[in-house]
């Protein structure tokens, strides 16, 4: 049974209401949970590219990333499609906090609901702690993520009716 059904979450998921790219996060991070993150990419065959100030190159350690950049640096993402078209934005800026983004509009639909809640399964499951997804520009407030106690994708707010 999937963690969530379109027909509950479909709001959550409409690029007009949330913003076409809603903040996904992990909160209370380390150096070690961010390698644990490019590990997972690495691990599970998922098509990736790193790239600093737009330039792909090789994916370094985390601890390279994070503590050895200046804080002028250019822009780094990590790129990951863990399946093909849809794409998942990790912007490695601070050994605190996890966040990447996700375009809701790869991801319609029950199969959208399901192919979000595996991604956020296996990022709370590597690292052990709670996912969780706002709308964009609205951190304070998250809809839905993944709870570690109940080891499932869960609703944080109530879906608006419509």
């Given amino acids: 049974m999937p963690d969530l059904l379109w027909e509950d979450v479909k709001d959550f998921f409409d690029p ?15 150096v070690e949970d961010w390698q644990a993150v490019f590990d997972l990419v690495r691990s599970r ?4 590219e790193y790239s600093v100030g737009g330039v792909a190159g090789p994916l370094p350690s985390a601890a390279e ?3 050895s950049r200046p804080a002028d640096a250019e822009t780094v993402a990590l790129r990951a499609w863990p399946v093909p078209d849809v ?3 990790f912007r490695p800026m601070s050994a605190d906090e996890i966040d990447f983004d996700v375009d809701l509009r790869e991801l319609q639909g029950q199969a959208g609901v399901d192919t979000l809640c595996g ?16 709308a964009e520009g609205d951190e304070g407030n998250p809809v839905l993520g993944f709870d570690p ?3 499932r994708v869960a609703l944080l707010a109530e879906p608006r009716l419509s």
């Fill in 16 to 30: 007009e209401l949330m913003g076409a790219l809603p903040d996904v996060s992990v909160a209370g991070t380390s």
């Fill in 45 to 48: 065959g998922w098509t990736w």
């Fill in 65 to 67: 990333v994070l503590l």
């Fill in 87 to 89: 794409l998942v934005i």
């Fill in 119 to 134: 991604f956020l399964r296996a990022i709370g499951r590597r690292l052990g702690k709670p996912v969780a997804m706002t």
């Fill in 149 to 151: 106690v109940a080891d």
